[in-house]
């Protein structure tokens, strides 16, 4: 009976080690599985971030394209306009009877064409490249009323060419700093989330 016993004995250990080896193995694979599946999930949550990064950085570059071209157009109507303002309002250019309300309605239409895009810029960011699209939507409000003072009953000549000059000269500075920041946004790499 004592080899029946021994024999037993070492059945039954012999079945409760491979019980807890087979318990140890599945929970080591268990592990394991969840360890490579939060690996997976982070890999693609990291490229998802970065595909996203892709798709925002082309959808920047062609807001920013599109509303330098608007406001670049923007600025041509509102200069010409302010040249035949600046004509008549000096005597060199009879005024037409209609002159001070076709003027406000252009400057009007060349002021509007650049806001869409500009929202566009604004929607798009980063804070940056907002800061300075808004100085030069600034810059084109305000030649706008210069013009409109331009085309107005009251007129100043030294006065309005002075303002004229000075709004004029502050353009091109707004539209070099839009430049920079965007091309600093642009160049930033995309990267994943944290």
């Not at 406001?71 to 037409?96: C, H, N, V, Y």
Request: hydrophobic share 45%.
């Amino acid at each position: 009976m004592d080899e029946g016993w021994a024999a037993l004995a070492a059945g039954v250990a012999a079945l409760v080690g491979a019980v807890a080896g087979g318990w140890y193995a599945g929970r080591a694979a268990k592990q394991g599985a969840e360890k490579a599946a939060e690996a997976v999930l982070r890999q693609v949550v990291d490229q998802g971030a970065i595909e996203h990064g892709h798709w925002l950085r082309g959808q920047r570059q062609e807001a920013y394209v599109a509303f330098l071209a608007a406001w670049d157009a923007s600025m041509a109507r509102i200069e010409t306009q302010g040249e035949l303002s600046f004509l008549i309002m000096t005597g060199k250019k009879a005024e037409p009877s209609r002159h001070s309300n076709d003027a406000r309605v252009r400057l009007n239409e060349a002021r509007e064409a650049a806001v869409s895009v500009y929202e566009r810029v604004l929607i798009l960011g980063p804070e940056p490249a907002e800061v300075t699209a808004a100085a030069m939507m600034n810059a084109l409000r305000r030649l706008c009323s210069t013009v409109n003072e331009m085309s107005g009953p009251q007129r100043d000549a030294v006065w309005i060419h002075d303002t004229w000059s000075s709004k004029n000269r502050a353009a091109p500075g707004a539209r070099v700093e839009f430049i920079r920041s965007v091309r600093e946004a642009l160049q930033a790499p995309p990267r994943p989330s944290a």
